[in-house]
Every structure is written in C-alpha cells, then in structure tokens.
C-alpha cells in the first residue's frame, strides 16, 4: 500500500487577500514566478503522490485554466529560443493526473474533505491546506510512511506558544514525541481557548487520512466556527485508533494572511537561484533607506 491521491481544499472565498483575489483566486497568487498552488503540487509530488483531487468552486474556473495547454505560448517560447521556459510550461500537471471536485457553499474544511470522497476511492489519501507552504516534502513523505506503518491516519504538527493555540486544532498526546518527531494522539480539538487547550501542539494544514474518516465527515455536525470541522471526524478516528502526529523541523510558511505570505516571499526570494543574488542587494538597499 501506498498514499497516491492528494486532496487540495481550494474553493475558499480568499477575503483576507481582496481585493487582489476578487478575479484571481488566492491559489493562484504568485510566489516569485509560479502560483503558490504549483508550490504545493510540487511537495505532493515529491512526495509520491501522482493523483490530485482540487476541491474546488465554480466561481474560480482560472485554476482549472492553469492546467489547460497551452500550445500556442509555448510555440512562441520556442520560436524564440526560450526553450527552458517551454519546458516549464509543458511540464505543468504533467506527472499528476488532476481532479476536479466542487464545493458548492463554504461549510468547512470536514465538508470540503467531504466533497473529494468518490473521487478518492477507498485508499488512504494525503490532504493539504494551500494556505501553507513547506520549503520541501520531507513533511510529507514521512507523514505517508508512518499512515502506511501504523494503518492509522497521521497529521503534521508544530509546537507553537500557548497563547496562539486558539487560532487552529490542537492533539492531546500520548506520551512523549519519538526520536522520529513521531506521537501518538488521544483526542483532538478545533480552536480550544487557551485554558482547555490539552497541549502547545497544533494541526498543521498537513494530513494523511485513512479512508473511514469519509463515514465521519458525513456524520459531521457544525462546530468550532458554525463549520463542518475535519478535526471533528478525525476525533472519531483517533478514538479508535491508532492515530499519530509528526512533528518535524521543516520550514513552513503560512500564508493565510498578508504579512505571512510577504514573509515567505521574502524568504524563498532571498534563497532563489535565478533572483536572489539581485533580490538581496535590492531588500538592503530597503532596509537601508533613511526611515525620515
Ligand atoms: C484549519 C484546521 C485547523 C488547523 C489549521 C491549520 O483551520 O481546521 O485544525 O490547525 O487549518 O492551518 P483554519 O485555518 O481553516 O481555520
């Protein structure tokens, strides 16, 4: 057995980043030159996934366009001697199959998730949250190993300071993390406040499923939020067993909000091959300007 399927929830409204995503949808914003979608695309696929189901609206038919060929750019690349760029565009989508699913009203991610269950069989699958991006699939692919080992569903953790634990969902452990960044999970809980949180390790937009949890999402009632919540299905899961986290030192970017996502920018800029030899003269250059 093996997880080749990747679910990715991108039928969110975007309303942290309006008015940019009124007409482009905020998986499509750039990351330097490619949409952060192909960013998570490329850590699904690093990490053995070659199936992808994109959960997506009907309001944004631009993420469907973007794996439409493209033949007659990449002609004119060609014509003008830009062969590595139409290489990159041939490339595109091309070592995935791509799905697409719909959600037809913001009920949550549980819902979301929900939606991708025929299109996803009967097979563990991984899921991941566009609004983070990693800087590789190590995450993932250790994820994909422990669901395989255990037969449980597994999520990706990190440990963050108490007082943010009521913005995401956070595990209650079983004993101490492993030499591997490994856990066991007890229970699970979505936005606690911070006095009924059971621990300072929250969910991660990173998730391997076993295929069950689809009888729970459909047996969802609306929770944290008035949503249909996955960490509510994956509560039913984790009270049976075996369920475990993965906690690793990646780096992770969250861009779910503005300052997050000019963050990464920044970051993966300054670490670029092509830009960032030029990027870092001109960010000094910034951050030298006489603040007056
Ligand atoms: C979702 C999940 C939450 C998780 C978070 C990670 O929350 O419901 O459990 O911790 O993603 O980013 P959201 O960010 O959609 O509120």
């Given at each position: 057995m093996r997880v080749h399927t990747a679910v990715i929830p991108a039928a969110g409204l975007g309303t942290r980043f309006l008015p940019a995503t009124k007409s482009v949808p905020k998986e499509l914003l750039p990351v330097i030159d490619v949409p952060a979608l192909q960013l998570i695309i490329d850590e699904a696929v690093g990490a053995g996934i070659d199936h992808l189901v994109i959960v997506n609206s009907r309001n944004k038919p631009s993420i469907e366009a973007y794996f439409a060929d493209a033949p007659e750019v990449i002609d004119k690349l060609e014509a003008s001697g830009r062969a590595e760029m139409a290489e990159r565009m041939r490339a595109i989508g091309r070592d995935v199959q791509v799905s697409f699913v719909y959600q037809h009203a913001a009920l949550g991610l549980g819902h979301a998730v929900g939606c991708a269950r025929d299109a996803v069989g009967d097979e563990p699958f991984a899921v991941?949250?566009?609004?983070?991006?990693?800087?590789?699939?190590?995450?993932?692919?250790?994820?994909?190993?422990?669901?395989?080992?255990?037969?449980?569903?597994?999520?990706?953790?990190?440990?963050?300071p108490m007082q943010e634990v009521s913005a995401y969902g956070v595990i209650d452990p079983i004993g101490e993390i492993d030499a591997d960044g490994v856990v066991a999970i007890r229970d699970l809980v979505e936005k606690p406040a911070v006095t009924d949180a059971p621990s300072d390790l929250i969910i991660i937009g990173r998730y391997v499923l076993t295929p069950d949890v689809f009888e729970a999402i459909a047996e969802l009632k609306p929770g944290a939020g008035g949503e249909l919540q996955l960490t509510d299905a994956l509560r039913v899961q984790a009270a049976r067993g075996p369920f475990h986290g993965v906690l690793r030192d990646v780096r992770r970017y969250d861009t779910g909000n503005p300052v997050g996502w000019l963050s990464a920018v920044v970051e993966l800029a300054l670490d670029h091959p092509r830009y960032g030899a030029d990027f870092r003269v001109e960010l000094e250059r910034v951050l030298d300007r006489d603040p007056s």
């Amino acid at each position: 057995m093996r997880v080749h399927t990747a679910v990715i929830p991108a039928a969110g409204l975007g309303t942290r980043f309006l008015p940019a995503t009124k007409s482009v949808p905020k998986e499509l914003l750039p990351v330097i030159d490619v949409p952060a979608l192909q960013l998570i695309i490329d850590e699904a696929v690093g990490a053995g996934i070659d199936h992808l189901v994109i959960v997506n609206s009907r309001n944004k038919p631009s993420i469907e366009a973007y794996f439409a060929d493209a033949p007659e750019v990449i002609d004119k690349l060609e014509a003008s001697g830009r062969a590595e760029m139409a290489e990159r565009m041939r490339a595109i989508g091309r070592d995935v199959q791509v799905s697409f699913v719909y959600q037809h009203a913001a009920l949550g991610l549980g819902h979301a998730v929900g939606c991708a269950r025929d299109a996803v069989g009967d097979e563990p699958f991984a899921v991941l949250l566009p609004d983070e991006i990693m800087g590789s699939s190590e995450l993932l692919s250790a994820m994909c190993a422990v669901c395989v080992a255990t037969g449980g569903s597994v999520v990706g953790l990190k440990r963050v300071p108490m007082q943010e634990v009521s913005a995401y969902g956070v595990i209650d452990p079983i004993g101490e993390i492993d030499a591997d960044g490994v856990v066991a999970i007890r229970d699970l809980v979505e936005k606690p406040a911070v006095t009924d949180a059971p621990s300072d390790l929250i969910i991660i937009g990173r998730y391997v499923l076993t295929p069950d949890v689809f009888e729970a999402i459909a047996e969802l009632k609306p929770g944290a939020g008035g949503e249909l919540q996955l960490t509510d299905a994956l509560r039913v899961q984790a009270a049976r067993g075996p369920f475990h986290g993965v906690l690793r030192d990646v780096r992770r970017y969250d861009t779910g909000n503005p300052v997050g996502w000019l963050s990464a920018v920044v970051e993966l800029a300054l670490d670029h091959p092509r830009y960032g030899a030029d990027f870092r003269v001109e960010l000094e250059r910034v951050l030298d300007r006489d603040p007056s």
